[in-house]
């Protein structure tokens, strides 16, 4: 059998090559600082190929806000939940892979890509759209499962509160990244568990649970 790569095996990988390459050196120096010859550079590739696959940054902010969302990127998807999951259980899957993946150079490379899209978005207006779209695109997939898996009805519209379990995938992951000490992976966990935690019904371990201590409480 031929390794040979067919031709769209080998535009898809150029195109993660040149998006790698481009999402490291966006979160790096910021996108105005950044040439496409300099992104091509990284890739190992030629200008040409950028404008092949992309219409220029802002084509590659599009597609790099795209690859995140993709079910197959590693790095980004997360390990999949049954659509027989509860709500509780979905949460503490959510707070395990939070933890895990945070930690990871990919996510930290993606984190300092998202403060200069965000600056980017606000600063051109041809960019901006591509950005309101992942986040709407995020919010709306995490609606609807709170839609599907909450037994009753949200104490707020479930589009509100997706826009709050974005708020802290976001602000948990920048504070971390700068002070990990004080802001563990952990706190996303327990932010979910404040904010939808009281509207779920705990998964069945089959163990007696123990309550948490306050913190900051004597032993």
Known sequence: MSDRLTRAQQQQRTRQQLLDAAETLFGERGIHRTSLDEVATEAGLTKGAIYANFEGKSGLVAAILERRLSDDHPAYAGSPVEPDVSFAGWLHHLGTDYDANLPLPEVRRFAMAVVEFWLYGMRT???????????????????????????????????????????????????????????????????????????????????????????????
């Open 125 to 219: 207006p041809q960019a901006r759209e591509s950005i309101a779209q992942w986040l709407r695109a995020v919010r709306q997939a995490n609606a609807k499962e709170i839609t599907e898996r909450l037994a009753g009805q949200p104490p707020i519209p479930a589009e509100q509160l997706a826009a709050l379990m974005t708020a802290l995938d976001v602000g948990v992951a920048f504070q971390h990244l700068i002070d990990p000490e004080a802001v563990p992976p952990e706190v996303y966990s327990h932010g979910l568990t404040a904010i939808l935690g009281p509207h779920a019904t705990p998964p069945d371990t089959g163990e007696t649970p123990t309550p948490n201590p306050r913190p900051g409480a004597r032993e």
